[in-house]
């Protein structure tokens, strides 16, 4: 009884947000504006009294004071069908490739938490062949983890890389503030490898407005849940976080909620983490895998967005020069597939580790003067070693391979008691026994 | 007559009500949004107007909805059945909303359904009573009136499960009747009371009550049934080495876990669910990962309890908050998982809460002032921060019971500071009011040092198991040889005296063998206090002894090797040959090389 009701005038308009006087409306409802800006879709964001405030997706401006409101009477949804694979979309689902308006099932967006009962152990490991990930770091289905980078690195050509290599079912884009020519760029890669028939693209670039931007992750999302329900494991990517939360700052801002953190609200957290939380192993369905980038303006990890993420993804990558770097990447989830991959498989990793932090306080000792011991000199060559033949972004071998090089270059550089190794691996690992 | 009221206005999970009646600070109620009703809370009332924080996504309530007020305070329900069960942060059992869900259609049981709520007891179970008071007796709240055989608390090996005077009761109470030993549910009369007059404020209405073995208590309320509070003195073994010998944990003490993320302090919090010596184990997962939860919940139940032979989840009662439920729910969270405990501290038990993280709840605490638009303090938090987190902490402690029998409830919190920076609100909230710092430092998990707890910066109010004089010496050490790497990085190696780079090798050695622990094997995991001391004393030779190296080169080479030989033998059974020989080949190794 309260469908299509339509009001004439608007209060109040400021940033992406209008006001006006309307009754029966129901919270989180979508309504539509139509004005000489054009049409657009709107959300209810707040209900005081009579007041009913809104979220205009194209943003305000245009919108004039005798715009045409029409509420809906329902939440935000996305059409969901297999149609949506090969496309690209807007936040608000328009399609961006020329292609036809999909007609699927409606799905509301932004749903419920699921049941942590209902999840499953992650146990399957993501092969990438990126020695750095898989030896190192090993992703894990369901994991959610995101790429910290400093503006100008090579992260969407890693996320596309693992994108094409990991074995899913279906891929999820999500672009938030992207350039133009980069969706362009990832898209022809997809389409090279043949990867863009399991593909959907919802991509929100750095001229669409911002409300737009913050659609981006829930709509995506969305798609991916009812695929992952249907039984496959979706991988998700999110690039770039960074302008999403930068997004909501913005509109946090209009609406003169008290900022906690460098402008951001108060909320972030919980925000971020009910987005990121939506990366699960369902049990007895599909499965959904997040991998996302925040860019750390000034590559500070202390800026709030990379703060944050930090504590609710499941570890992170630091890429740092076109590689990732072994310190401070992590994935938490490794300890569950690591064991059950080869015996050597930990052991080869803490040692190659610890040895490679040796090697940085030895440049550090070197770049300052100091004499260098023997071990320094051995240290030094093992850095060499391992950051050409191990560390290289270009390096594409599976993970047993992957395990054979790290003694290779272990026993390469050292002597069989000085790497840390628990003698009984050394034993039957150690090149040349 | 209840009090019912409209939705004003809605914001986020803020909702604004007029109310006709009267109504409390922290009064339920449920707002009606068509076939479901929402639970909230009220934060603040203003004139016939107040603000409730809602326990749910607020989408589709509309002005003039209607919200039905209960009455009564945000409560928990006490009783048996309490343990293994896995709850979300208003105590409603997880599993059983699944299934409840799943009625709804396959797909629905994956998720939390909005205004779905369940008793947080099953009612069906049927629990094998055995009264132990007498008729006539006087009994006060929280005196045992009986007993039901529970898990581990079958009433054989440890005691059962005891049914108390429910601690709402004020005054003296005399026995009247007791059920005959049987079986009953939580629900079913067990006992009747009569108030003795004069002595109970209930006297008014003199007429005797029946007591269940279901009891409810408000969550953010401290339960104070107990004669007087001890000093914590007893050390809490938790087999972490660098905790029991360098930053002791108390019986009814608290301390906090503060580190950037990636440090270790889940892990490290897991650690301790599964090893610590004491009773129950309440981990509340509070705004973090699902993934970890999910661990425990299906790890727990595989791992056997040294102590009782049975499944460690049979000890232990998860409250799951993760950081996509509710905010609101996240904030009551630490309270429902507290208030559990001080329910089997009652019982005469050690308990121990692991809240992950503090953080998020001060998080949920900022985003309701926002919502409420209170002035806020520093970094946007509000300004009873620091009251509200002392008040947490204060509800641990160690407790002499009216049968002069004691309980206690430990707590540890990890915090998780923005950026890693320790100086913000919440840690330094929190290190004001706690015991024990296990600060955990990045400089160390980088170098995959775990646990990375920082030997030089952390401390500990309450006594190690081994003597404070020994482990100051070790700490001298660790904290000289620190200096000596620093210094080193400038005057480099040559510049340093054989002495202090013999410092700086002990420092390394200590840390290597000992603070270094690795959770994810199966025998360094945990280090029983006994092994410890033994592992001390073998180390303390190598700390003390005068050595005659002849240059670095074979000092260096000395403390290599003897920290190969120390880390095998950490792998060896204790107890076994093995373990006896690699003893003795390092006490060998290290009298060898001395003067």
Redesign the interface.
Same mark, same amino acid.
């Given at each position: 009884m309260f469908n299509n009701r339509i009001y004439h005038k608007i209060d109040a308009l400021s940033g992406s947000v209008a006001t006006l006087r309307a009754e029966g409306v129901k919270y989180g409802e979508i309504a539509e504006v139509e004005s000489r800006a054009g049409t657009s879709l709107a959300q209810v964001i707040k209900l005081d009294g009579p007041n009913v405030t809104l979220q205009i997706f194209a943003g305000a401006r245009g919108v004039d004071t005798a715009a045409k409101v029409r509420f809906l009477g329902e939440p935000m949804k996305v059409p969901f069908s297999d149609a949506l694979l090969g496309r690209a979309f807007s936040g608000s689902c328009v399609p961006r490739d020329g292609g036809p308006q999909i007609h699927g099932t409606p799905s509301p967006i932004g749903q419920p938490s699921v049941n942590p009962a209902k999840r499953i152990m992650p146990n399957r490991m993501v092969r990438t062949n990126i020695p750095m990930i898989d030896l190192f770091n090993s992703l894990v289905v369901s994991q959610k983890l995101p790429i910290f980078a400093k503006a100008g690195e090579p992260y969407n050509d890693l996320l596309a890389r693992i994108a094409l290599q990991a074995n899913s079912d279906v891929i999820v884009i999500g672009g938030m503030g992207m350039k133009h020519d980069e969706y362009l760029r990832l898209r022809s890669m997809l389409d090279e490898s043949g990867a863009l028939a399991k593909t959907t693209m919802f991509i929100h670039t750095a001229a669409d407005p911002t409300v737009e931007c913050v659609l981006v992750p829930d709509v995506s999302l969305a798609v991916a849940e009812k695929f992952a329900l249907e039984g496959k494991d979706v991988l998700v990517l999110l690039t770039d976080m960074t302008s999403f939360a930068d997004a909501m700052k913005e509109i946090a801002i209009t609406m003169e909620q008290i900022p906690s953190n460098r402008g951001y609200p108060g909320d972030l957290y919980s925000q971020l983490a009910s987005r990121y939380e939506k990366a699960v192993d369902f049990d007895g369905a599909g499965s959904i895998t997040i991998l996302a980038v925040t860019t750390m303006p000034g590559d500070d990890v202390t800026h709030p967005v990379p703060d944050n993420t930090g504590y609710i993804t499941e570890g992170q990558f630091y890429l740092r020069g076109g590689r990732i770097e072994p310190f401070g990447s992590l994935s938490r989830l490794k300890q569950q597939v690591n064991k059950n991959t080869r015996e050597d498989h930990r052991t080869v990793m803490d040692a190659m580790i610890k040895l490679y932090a040796q090697f940085k306080e030895t440049v550090e000792k070197q770049s300052m003067g100091f004499k260098m011991s023997d071990w320094d000199e051995k240290l030094l060559k093992y850095g060499e070693d391992f950051e050409k033949n191990m560390m290289d972004l270009s390096v594409n071998i599976p993970l047993e391979e992957a395990l054979d090089l790290g003694w290779k270059i272990l026993a390469d550089n050292f002597e069989k008691g000085e790497v840390g190794i628990p003698s009984k691996l050394a034993d039957k690992f150690w090149p040349g026994g | 007559m209840t009090t019912t009221g409209k !939705? $004003?206005?809605?914001?986020g999970n803020m909702i604004?009500v007029v109310f006709d009646g009267a109504v409390a600070q922290n009064e339920v109620g449920y707002a009606v949004c068509g076939d479901k009703r929402l639970m909230a809370e009220i934060v603040r009332v203003r004139g016939t107007r107040c603000d409730m924080q809602v326990f749910d996504?607020?989408?589709?309530?509309?002005?003039d909805d209607k919200v039905e007020f209960t009455g009564e305070m945000l409560a928990a329900e006490l009783g048996p059945g309490l343990l293994a069960q896995?709850y979300d942060g208003l105590q409603n059992p997880?599993?059983e909303? &699944?299934e409840e869900?799943g009625k709804i259609s396959r797909?629905a $049981?994956?998720?939390? %359904?909005?205004g779905m709520y369940l008793p947080g007891l099953p009612r069906d179970i049927k629990w094998d009573w055995h009264p132990t008071a007498e008729i006539g007796s006087r009994v006060m709240a929280g005196d045992f009136l009986g007993w039901v055989p529970e898990g581990i608390f079958d009433g054989e090996k440890l005691p059962g499960h005891k049914i108390m005077v429910p601690f709402s009761f004020r005054g003296v109470y005399t026995v009247k009747s007791l059920a005959p030993a049987g079986a009953y549910t939580v629900t079913e009369t067990i006992a009747v009371l009569e108030p003795v007059a004069g002595e109970s404020s209930s006297a008014q209405n003199a007429q005797s009550v029946e007591v269940q073995m279901l009891q409810r208590w408000p969550v953010k309320v401290p339960i104070k049934c107990f004669s007087e509070r001890l000093a914590p003195e007893e050390t809490l073994e938790t087999t972490v080495r660098t905790i029991d010998t360098f930053f002791p944990v108390a019986v009814g003490g608290t301390y906090c876990v503060p580190g950037?993320?990636?440090a270790g302090k889940t892990v490290l919090q897991q650690t301790t669910a599964r090893y610590a010596k004491v009773d129950v184990v309440i981990s509340a997962a509070c /705004?973090e990962?699902?993934? #970890?939860? @999910? *661990?425990t919940? =299906? #790890?727990f139940p595989e791992i056997v309890d040294p102590k009782t032979g049975q499944s460690l989840m049979k000890r232990t009662i998860i409250i799951?908050n993760?950081?996509?439920?509710p905010?609101a729910s996240r904030e009551a969270s630490v309270y429902t998982a507290v208030t559990l405990a001080e329910y089997f501290r009652q019982m005469g038990l050690d308990v121990l809460v692991l809240a992950d993280?503090t953080s +998020?709840w001060a %998080?949920a605490m +900022? #985003?309701l002032s926002?919502r409420l *638009?209170e002035i806020?303090g520093e970094? &946007?938090?509000p300004a009873y921060l620091e009251s509200r987190i002392a008040a947490f902490y204060e509800r641990a402690g160690r407790v002499r019971l009216r049968d002069g029998s004691t309980g206690s409830v430990t707590i540890g919190g990890t915090v998780?500071p $923005? /950026? /890693?920076?320790f100086d913000e609100p919440v840690t330094q909230a929190t290190l004001k009011v706690v015991g024990g710092f296990h600060g955990l430092s990045r400089a160390r998990s980088?170098?995959?040092r775990y646990p990375a707890i920082d030997p030089l910066d952390s401390w500990s109010h309450y006594a190690p198991v081994i003597e404070r004089a020994r482990v100051e010496a070790a700490r001298s050490i660790l904290r000289k040889g620190n200096e000596v790497g620093q210094m080193m =990085? @400038?005057v480099? #190696?040559?510049g340093t005296s054989q002495e202090d780079f013999v410092t700086y090798l002990k420092a390394e050695f200590i840390d290597a063998v000992y603070l270094q622990q690795n959770a994810?094997s199966d025998s360094d995991a945990t280090t029983p206090v006994e092994r410890q001391r033994i592992m001390f004393s073998v180390m303390e030779k190598a700390l003390v002894a005068a050595f005659a190296f002849a240059d =670095? @080169?074979e000092a +260096?080479h000395f403390f290599?090797?003897l920290? %190969?030989s120390f !880390?095998?033998w950490n792998?060896k059974p204790f107890n076994s040959d093995e373990f006896a020989a690699g003893k003795a080949t390092l006490e060998e190794k290290i009298a060898s090389a001395t003067k």
């Open positions: - | !939705i $004003a206005a809605v914001n604004t996504a607020t989408s589709d309530l509309m002005v896995v997880l599993a909303l &699944a869900a797909d $049981a994956y998720f939390l %359904q909005r950037p993320f990636g /705004g990962r699902a993934g #970890e939860v @999910v *661990e919940l =299906k #790890e799951c993760t950081s996509s439920m905010v993280s +998020r %998080q +900022r #985003e926002g *638009e806020p970094e &946007a938090f998780s $923005a /950026g /890693g920076n980088d170098a995959r =990085k @400038v480099g #190696e040559e994810f =670095k @080169v +260096r290599m090797d920290r %190969q !880390i095998d792998d």
